[in-house]
């Protein structure tokens, strides 16, 4: 069995008093799910600090495939684990489409942050435009096979992969639970051609438009674990339910 993993992607949002207000409203305590809140960098500090000794872990949204040196602006694998993180974003189509990160990057960056001990949580999706090309299990599949000659599949089992239709990402459109399991499903189909064991364990979660409404009937599907929720996550008791919602289903 999979424990359900969801995570908050706070994305370019939240200060220093509304983050302290999220952790005082969110109770954690009861939960069953494992919960990452992925914050901006500037406050993972904050947030780490602020988890210590929680079950939840702080996560950064973004790495460098780099070892620390000369890149400005810039934030390695090394200095998040410094800061107490122990879980990172990779390749974010957010990143991918308005930052240039091809699927080679981001492969780097998830066997930088596996490297370092960080668990990474690799992003992949289709546009609409792919998807109505048919072209979803492809897209899908070229996005990951870098990441997957980079990294082992067994060093990806303590991380997660998160299938985000780039269509469904806070616009409000989530893919139906029936869309959702058949991509789940085929990304597991791959995983397991390179590792079964660790394909059968490795999380893989739903992101895109998620919310306290629809969390239950995606998370019932048998190969969804859990979720990435951007919006959703910055209200404390939205956050909340949907993380109850994957609590009351097993399998
Ligand atoms: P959304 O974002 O829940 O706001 O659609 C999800 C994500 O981008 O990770």
Redesign the pocket.
Known sequence: MRAKLV?A?W?MNGSFESNRRWLSQFDAAALGCEVVVCAPCVYLAQIAEALRGTSMSAGAQNLSAEAPGAFTGEVAAEMLIDCGIRWV?VG???RRTRHGESSGMVAAKAARAVAHGLRPIV?VGETLNEREQGRTLAVIGAQLAPVLDACAAGELVAGAI?Y?PVW?????K?ATPEQAQEVHAAIRSLLSRHDPGAASRTRIVY?????PSNASALFAQSDIDG???????LSPSDFLSICRSADRIEH
């Open positions: 995570a992607n994305k974003i974010h189509s957010e992003c998160a985000e469904a990402i806070g616009t409000g989530t992101g895109g438009s998620v919310t979720g990435l929720i951007g919006g959703a996550s």
